[in-house]
């Protein structure tokens, strides 16, 4: 069965156990140093070859025993909490390869329905109608009022159905930055010359 993947409260919990047996390494030394500061080495035997009286032998054993199981301990943690770590910087680099690739798939997806311009807005007046409804240079026209790429043929096909909507809201959708945008226009006269105020060129196909 497959080992169930390595979570950040993992690495917290082996983080807050390596803690402990540093803690409790540290205590272990604290006892030896208070018993007359010997050591993991010091010689537990006087000069004559007989145990040391001024110190509590069951004690120093005991502690030196301690130390020495919890500083294996305390590599078994620090190859846990390496390996933990390292896959998770590996899951992590995984899932930012993965979102990668699936914001490139939708972007491709989304350019692809996009639909068909069939004329770009290559000017546009400050303060026309097509400025204040939000119409931008370069925007690629593929909705305006009842027109669109099936059935546009010149530039006069637009002209009619701003004539023919002077005070009415139009439905008008644009490409702008490889998104679809829709906006309201109304047709109607203001300080500028025609109805609108922006100028509208088509597209070569």
Request: with cysteine; hydrophobic share 35%.
């Amino acid at each position: 069965m497959a080992e169930p993947p390595v979570s950040v409260q993992d690495v917290q919990s082996l983080v807050r156990r390596k803690d402990e047996i540093e803690a409790q390494i540290r205590a272990c030394y604290e006892l030896l140093e208070d018993q007359k500061g010997v050591g993991m080495n010091e010689p537990l035997v006087d000069v004559e070859g007989y145990p040391r009286a001024d110190v509590d032998l069951y004690q120093v054993r005991t502690a030196r025993h301690n130390i020495i199981c919890l500083q294996n301990d305390h590599k078994a943690v620090m190859r846990q909490v390496e390996e933990a770590l390292h896959q998770l910087h590996a899951r992590e680099k995984e899932k930012r390869a993965r979102d990668e690739a699936e914001a490139q798939a939708e972007a491709v997806s989304q350019n692809q329905s996009l639909p068909q311009p069939f004329a770009r807005v290559n000017a546009v007046t400050p303060g026309s109608p097509a400025s204040l409804a939000g119409l931008q240079v370069d925007d690629e026209i593929v909705e305006f009022g009842s027109v669109n790429a099936h059935n546009f043929q010149t530039l006069q096909n637009i002209a009619t159905v701003v004539q023919h909507s002077e005070g009415k809201p139009l439905s008008v959708s644009v490409i702008r930055g490889g998104e679809k945008v829709h906006l309201g226009l109304t047709p109607k006269r203001w300080t500028g010359k025609g109805l609108l105020g922006c100028n509208i060129v088509p597209l070569q196909r």
